[in-house]
């Protein structure tokens, strides 16, 4: 026997409340998103940076654009 592959679900940035019904994506996303980036919050750190201040409107923006393409 060979051995077992499982595939692990990517998971969608842009699903911040982590919802599982309906619409994945809603208002409540973009909220939560805001939330966790006023509460500085790593998450809110969309596009990775390492520079200071970690949190930018570079985030703001990566998360309308994670945002726009939609899950899967």
Aim: with cysteine; net charge negative.
């Amino acid at each position: 026997m060979g051995p077992e592959f499982g595939y692990a679900i990517q998971p969608c940035y842009a699903n911040c409340d982590n919802s599982t019904t309906g619409s994945l994506l809603t208002a409540n996303d973009f909220q939560c998103f805001l939330n966790k980036f006023a509460a500085g919050e790593s998450y809110a750190n969309c596009d990775g940076s390492t520079g200071t201040p970690s949190l930018t409107a570079n985030d703001f923006q990566c998360f309308l654009n994670r945002f726009a393409e939609g899950c899967e």
